[in-house]
T-cell receptor, first 111, second 114 residues
Framework: GQQLNQSPQSMFIQEGEDVSMNCTSSSIFNTWLWYKQEPGEGPVLLIALYKAGELTSNGRLTAQFGITRKDSFLNISASIPSDVGIYFCAGRRGGSEKLVFGKGTKLTVNP | DVKVTQSSRYLVKRTGEKVFLECVQDMDHENMFWYRQDPGLGLRLIYFSYDVKMKEKGDIPEGYSVSREKKERFSLILESASTNQTSMYLC?????????????FGAGTRLSVL
């Protein structure tokens, strides 16, 4: 099945730094979702985006639905150690019941 | 809060055993999904169900079957477990397609087949 192109695959950063990751697709999506997964747990939804150009924040996290509807970005500002985990993007096409996932960005934050 | 509960966090089974993974959601969602997650491969859809007694194959259904006898419960069955089915299994649920239909995940079941 199709997967989204998510980058980078991993990031090693210092506490306090800002983080950026993105997902791209060759197809148009109607919904973009960003999840975080901590070790040994299931993914937890961070932000949901429903309209092209939409910019949504959740605390230090900000995500954008790309204008072309083929990409999305997640930014984390002033990272802290508890931000560590794997961040996944997911997209849904109109009329489809299934989500398409990126392979994840593994974030490590050094105190 | 939506709750998706997977009956076991960890399971160890032997090759050839029949294995049941259970998932229950408490929000009356129509859609339920089973994924497996492996390092480097991301989440791969095994089966999904959009209503009671309805099921559709996902991307990797071979070696698995599912059961949806009640709306709140979706079971994944490994008819004869094999070592290549050692993985993290994630259940998810979501309302039927519509605006703001967010998909929620359970905590996962880590299955080891020896």
């Amino acid at each position: 099945g199709q997967q989204l192109n998510q980058s980078p695959q991993s990031m090693f950063i210092q506490e306090g730094e800002d983080v950026s990751m993105n997902c791209t697709s060759s197809s148009i999506f109607n919904t973009w979702l960003w999840y975080k997964q901590e070790p040994g747990e299931g993914p937890v939804l961070l932000i949901a985006l429903y309209k092209a150009g939409e910019l949504t924040s959740n605390g230090r996290l900000t995500a954008q639905f790309g204008i072309t509807r083929k990409d999305s970005f997640l930014n984390i500002s002033a990272s802290i150690p508890s931000d560590v985990g794997i961040y996944f993007c997911a997209g849904r096409r109109g009329g489809s019941e299934k989500l398409v996932f990126g392979k994840g960005t593994k974030l490590t934050v050094n105190p | 809060d939506v709750k998706v509960t997977q009956s076991s966090r960890y399971l160890v089974k032997r090759t050839g055993e029949k294995v049941f993974l259970e998932c229950v959601q408490d929000m009356d969602h129509e859609n339920m999904f089973w994924y497996r997650q492996d390092p480097g491969l991301g989440l791969r859809l095994i089966y999904f169900s959009y209503d009671v007694k309805m099921k559709e194959k996902g991307d990797i259904p071979e070696g698995y079957s599912v059961s949806r006898e009640k709306k709140e419960r979706f079971s994944l069955i490994l008819e004869s477990a094999s070592t290549n089915q050692t993985s993290m299994y994630l259940c998810a649920s979501r309302p039927r397609t519509g605006s703001k239909n967010i998909q929620y995940f359970g905590a996962g079941t880590r299955l080891s087949v020896l």
